[in-house]
């Protein structure tokens, strides 16, 4: 059980404080209601591009990192389709500090053309070596807008294309900025060895005095049901041939997630899982094979991604591989044993339980379930993770993998 309390500013900032005695270690995160499904189709890439300005200098502070190195702090961050979340840890005593640097750039970020055009090549360099240059790199730029048409989903965090990036105006930044990095689209929560009235304080000395942005409505078109499989054959030089098959599945905020989640655990979670077991281990198709859930705030998918063995011919290897994926699927549409299910069950309570040792995931996952509606929804994890059962998951199952829904993409190393 982990206990909060929970207040919000008078300009909209939701603040949460969770209690902590254990170490002398805080943690604050900050998540700003903004990913890449809120930019423009023209201009994709700026979410991830403010991950990386934010640290670029404020108003006040020129260099965000130097003052939170003095006194024994540590910060990053991360950006996807649906959030932007900044994290520090830093000793208790030096807690001020902590709320100095993150209301300084919320309130006022350097909008100076040396950061812009340094951040957009930092950006750019990133672009060419995780996505253009690495093995496999480019997997996700296939198949996303293989499998969504309409829905911003359809393009990397990274952006659509790098010329977005290195095309954006001073404007398109400062508008960008203006829309979402505001106290109303943002959640805090401190974790570790604190008081409530203490952070009320400190927020209130803060942050109270920065204005509240306008309410951004989203209205994201939606993407309609796949009604014909897709597939997309590409050649790259990489050591192993993959196939990557996607289905539509649901949404993190909707009832069957926990369903759906257990579903690609039994799957692929662990030595005695089902495609480890008998893809990898006893018929030694693959190499490698996994099964997971994208969790995205919007309708998500299910993937299922496998590199086959070496030496498999290519013709022959793609078939062979996908029709025992497509085996496997249809047997767990069937037959899912009580015991198989239970043993899923414990792994992900342990997870769960295990996360709730540091702070700072601590932090994470009560402002990631209050930006779903309710942190208190933390608590009753595990509960809905039990309350599945084998009929549950069986019908998701069936609903899921039908190959009208799925986009498939044999992505063959060129020999």
């Given amino acids: ?17 969770h209690k902590d005695t254990s170490t002398p270690i805080v943690a604050m995160n900050i998540l700003y209601d903004v990913g890449s ?43 996807n389709n649906d959030i932007t979340n900044y994290y520090l840890t830093f000793p208790k005593q030096n807690l001020e500090t902590a709320f100095w640097l993150e209301s300084d750039r919320m309130a006022g970020l350097a909008f100076s053309k040396k950061s812009l055009d340094v951040q ?19 997997v996700y730029l296939l198949l996303k807008p293989l499998a969504y048409k309409v829905h911003p989903y359809m393009w990397n965090t990274i952006g659509k294309d790098i010329s977005h990036i290195q095309n954006a105006s001073m404007k398109d930044v400062k508008d960008f900025f203006k829309k979402f990095y505001c106290p109303n689209n943002a959640i805090m929560v401190i974790a570790g060895d604190v008081d409530t009235d203490e952070i009320k304080k400190l927020a209130e000395k803060w942050f109270g005095s920065i204005p509240k942005g306008r309410v951004n409505k989203r209205n994201l078109p939606v993407e309609p049901v796949q009604k014909n499989p897709r597939k997309l054959s590409v050649n790259r030089k990489v050591p192993l041939d993959a196939i990557y098959k996607v289905y539509h599945c649901c949404a993190r905020v909707d009832k069957e997630f926990h369903t759906v989640d257990l579903l690609s655990d039994i799957l692929s979670n662990g030595r005695s899982s089902r495609m480890f ?7 030694r198709l693959f190499s490698e094979i996994n099964a997971y859930v994208s969790g995205d705030l919007d ?46 069950k414990n792994k992900i309570e342990s997870t769960l339980i295990f996360s709730e040792i540091n702070v700072l995931n601590k932090a994470m996952n009560l402002a990631f379930a209050e930006l779903m509606g309710d942190a208190g929804k933390i608590n009753s994890e595990i509960d809905r993770y039990r ?25 063959n190393a060129k020999k």
């Fill in 277 to 283: 077991r008998e893809l990898l281990m006893k018929n």
């Fill in 120 to 138: 957009r090549n930092v950006v750019s360099e990133e672009f060419k070596q995780s996505y253009l240059n690495q093995p496999y790199g480019d």
């Fill in 387 to 411: 309350a599945v059962t084998t009929k549950m998951i069986m019908q998701q199952a069936k609903e899921i993998f039908k190959e009208t829904n799925c986009s498939t993409l044999y992505y």
């Fill in 37 to 79: 499904r809120d930019e423009d189709p023209e201009r994709t890439g700026f979410a991830h591009l403010f991950e990386h300005l934010m640290f670029g200098g404020s108003v006040n502070i020129p260099k965000y990192d130097e003052p939170l190195q003095k006194v024994g702090g540590e910060n990053n961050a991360f950006t």
């Fill in 299 to 344: 309708k998500g998918l299910f993937i299922i991604a496998g590199k086959l063995t070496d030496g498999v011919p290519v013709a022959i290897g793609m078939e062979e591989a996908e029709k025992a994926i497509l085996e496997e699927l249809k047997k767990v549409q069937e037959n899912i044993d009580e015991s198989e299910l239970e043993k899923v």
């Fill in 1 to 17: 059980m982990i206990a909060f309390d929970k207040f919000v500013l008078s300009n909209g900032l939701r603040v949460i404080v």
